[in-house]
């Protein structure tokens, strides 16, 4: 069973660069797909987008290219950094797998939030 | 993309069915079998419920079923019990190599 863990920064000021990391344990991150989702408070849920070991990245437009994912193989994780951060970018964010079309596995969640 | 669109609530009385609609469009839902639904207990992380439209991850009750028609996808609970009372969303893959969920529809087990 695998399992996916989120760490980062719980507060981030506006204008900055929000970086999260998701480690993955119980099965290798070169197989399948993997990315992000968020949900701000109160609100539903938004794919960020996914990435596979191999580098292929796709992303929401609604993002306008402030977001990118990475993969470290050797590490078994993978990265979502997000720039020039608003108000609107306090979310959970949630990694997870990507298996075949749909997503199976989730971390739990961890909470940005953006102020000064 | 737009997203799906769903129910903002649905109530049911224990015993009773469900049903929740996920309306898309012909890039969505429409053309692709890849909808899935996801059950969110508050401050949990959502669990997969169905996915390709009509299938159950082991370890979920027969009592969650799911459908699509045209645009439409649709997602069934028979048998309502209390643990059921949650927030659900739909996804779907689209023509845009993206993924589009739903608003998201909270479910009241009266």
């Known amino acids: 069973q695998v399992q996916l863990l989120e760490s980062g920064p719980g507060l981030v000021k506006p204008s900055e660069t929000l970086s999260l990391t998701c480690s993955v344990s119980g099965g290798s991150i070169s197989v399948h797909y993997w990315g992000w989702i968020r949900q701000p408070p109160g609100k539903g849920l938004e794919w960020i987008g996914n990435i596979h070991s191999s580098g292929i990245t796709n992303y929401n437009p609604s993002l306008k290219s402030r977001g990118t994912i990475s993969v470290d193989t050797s590490k078994n994780e993978f990265s979502l950094a997000v720039t020039s951060v608003t108000a609107a970018d306090t979310a959970v964010y949630f990694c997870?797998?990507?298996?075949?079309?749909?997503?199976?596995?989730w971390g739990r969640g961890t909470l940005v939030s953006v102020s000064s | 993309q737009s997203a799906l669109t769903q129910p903002a609530s649905v109530s049911g009385s224990p015993g009773q069915s469900i049903t929740i609609s996920c309306t898309g469009t012909s890039s969505d839902v429409g053309s692709y079998n890849y909808v899935s639904w996801y059950q969110q207990h508050p401050g949990k992380a959502p669990k997969l419920m169905i996915y390709d439209v009509t299938k159950r991850p082991s370890g979920v009750s027969n009592r969650f079923s799911g459908s699509k028609s045209g645009n439409t996808a649709s997602l069934t609970i028979s048998g309502l019990q209390g643990e059921d009372e949650a927030d659900y969303y739909c996804t779907s893959y689209t023509s845009s190599n993206a993924w589009v969920f739903g608003g998201g529809t909270k479910l009241t087990v009266l």
């Open positions: 997870v797998r990507l298996f075949n079309w749909q997503f199976d596995s």
